[in-house]
């Protein structure tokens, strides 16, 4: 539990008004966990994705890597918004 705490929490380098974060396994499959994470962020929006993978660390990484698209995609519209 603590390695995904510290996982998660990482992710405050690329965007840092997270506000909540929630990590969801599906362990129903244990061959192939399932893992959902979802971000609140400000200004009110919540990012979601979604991974599966063959261990629960991978699908956790693979949720990592797209939040942190997210978050960067996120980050530019805002950025841009306030240019124009």
Avoid: C, H, W
């Amino acid at each position: 539990m603590e390695k995904i705490q510290a996982k998660v929490e990482k992710l405050a380098r690329f965007y840092d008004r997270i506000s909540s974060a929630e990590v969801v396994i599906d362990l129903e499959n244990r061959n192939n966990p399932a893992l959902s994470l979802l971000l609140k962020v400000e200004p009110k929006k919540e990012l979601i994705v979604q991974a599966q993978a063959g261990e629960l660390f991978a699908s956790l990484d693979e949720a990592l890597k797209k939040m942190e698209q997210q978050l960067k995609k996120f980050k530019e519209k805002l950025t841009d918004s306030r240019v124009e």
